[in-house]
């Protein structure tokens, strides 16, 4: 994990990141965020198009002869395929399951945006797209002056708004998507994420009411999924299908339909 000195997050300039991407955010923690960003790393690495993954930071690590384990940010970069060190693909890990800044500060440390984004760039610069998975919500703090929006924004990604599928995701949903138009973060659009195998009326009914209040398209409902003799959930050929079908929405100009046949 790279050492911190300061909180500033307003070192560089934003547009001095290179390259194209997505940004991945969720409605809340536990909402499939890593799945969807595996699933997507996956499909685009299989179609020959060159994708860098990085979760910048990652807490509640486990620690393994000596040093903290991103069990995510493991799992992102074996679905893309690549061989990016630790340090970029995840420069800040925390032991503590806590927010980043909460977790940097009860560790004795302080996240650097500037570095988060250093680390960006040079991703960028390596790969035709990069995908940034954040941690929660878009408004959970990195620092007392910036949250995860401030970070998408600096970076200058469009949104990927991964909605659990449950009572209050309609909430939730709206409130994530108000905030990021209100600071100018474009978004590319929502996947609704069914967590749970016994779907509630909530459950049921989730995407047609997304799919009428969202002024963004909501791209796929993902099934609830489960683990197929150990098989990694975004090895799912069913995710993998619908995460192709949205593919063009999201990545316009790089993933056309045609190129994805």
Same mark, same amino acid.
């Given at each position: 994990?790279?050492?911190?000195?300061?909180?500033?997050?307003?070192?560089?300039?934003?547009?001095?990141?290179?390259?194209?991407?997505?940004?991945?955010?969720?409605?809340?923690?536990? #909402?499939?965020? $890593?799945?969807?960003? *595996?699933? %997507?790393?996956?499909?685009?690495?299989? &179609?020959?198009?060159? @994708?860098? +993954?990085?979760?910048?930071?990652e807490t509640g690590c486990p620690e393994r002869?000596?040093?903290?384990?991103?069990?995510?940010?493991?799992?992102?970069?074996?679905?893309?395929?690549?061989?990016?060190?630790?340090?970029?693909?995840?420069?800040?890990?925390?032991?503590?399951?806590?927010?980043?800044?909460?977790?940097?500060?009860?560790?004795?440390?302080?996240?650097?945006?500037?570095?988060?984004?250093?680390?960006?760039?040079?991703?960028?610069?390596?790969?035709?797209?990069?995908?940034?998975?954040?941690?929660?919500?878009?408004? #959970?703090?990195? $620092?007392?002056?910036? *949250?995860? %929006?401030?970070?998408?924004?600096?970076? &200058?990604?469009?949104? @990927?708004? +991964?909605?659990?599928?449950?009572?209050?995701?309609?909430?939730?949903?709206?409130?994530?998507?108000?905030?990021?138009?209100?600071?100018?973060?474009?978004?590319?659009?929502?996947?609704?994420?069914?967590?749970?195998?016994?779907?509630?009326?909530?459950?049921?009914?989730?995407?047609?009411?997304?799919?009428?209040?969202?002024?963004?398209?909501?791209?796929?409902?993902?099934?609830?999924?489960?683990?197929?003799?150990?098989?990694?959930?975004?090895?799912?050929?069913?995710?993998?299908?619908?995460?192709?079908?949205?593919?063009?929405?999201?990545?316009?100009?790089?993933?056309?339909?045609?190129?994805?046949?």
């Amino acid at each position: 994990m790279r050492s911190a000195r300061s909180t500033d997050p307003a070192a560089p300039q934003r547009g001095s990141a290179l390259g194209t991407g997505l940004f991945i955010t969720g409605t809340d923690t536990g #909402v499939g965020k $890593t799945l969807i960003t *595996a699933g %997507l790393a996956a499909v685009l690495r299989a &179609r020959g198009i060159d @994708v860098g +993954v990085m979760k910048p930071i990652e807490t509640g690590c486990p620690e393994r002869h000596g040093r903290l384990v991103p069990s995510d940010s493991l799992v992102l970069r074996e679905a893309s395929r690549t061989r990016d060190s630790m340090d970029l693909v995840t420069p800040y890990r925390f032991r503590e399951p806590l927010a980043p800044m909460v977790a940097a500060e009860r560790a004795g440390q302080a996240i650097e945006i500037g570095e988060v984004h250093t680390c960006f760039s040079i991703l960028a610069r390596r790969h035709r797209v990069v995908l940034v998975e954040g941690a929660g919500g878009v408004m #959970v703090p990195l $620092t007392e002056k910036a *949250a995860f %929006l401030d970070l998408a924004a600096l970076l &200058r990604l469009p949104l @990927v708004l +991964v909605v659990g599928s449950r009572l209050g995701a309609i909430n939730h949903a709206r409130l994530t998507v108000d905030a990021a138009l209100r600071a100018g973060v474009p978004l590319a659009g929502a996947i609704l994420n069914c967590t749970k195998k016994d779907r509630s009326l909530a459950d049921r009914t989730n995407l047609s009411a997304l799919r009428r209040l969202l002024p963004v398209p909501v791209v796929a409902e993902i099934p609830y999924l489960t683990r197929v003799r150990g098989r990694a959930l975004w090895r799912d050929s069913r995710l993998q299908r619908l995460l192709v079908r949205a593919l063009p929405q999201l990545l316009p100009g790089l993933c056309d339909s045609s190129h994805l046949r």
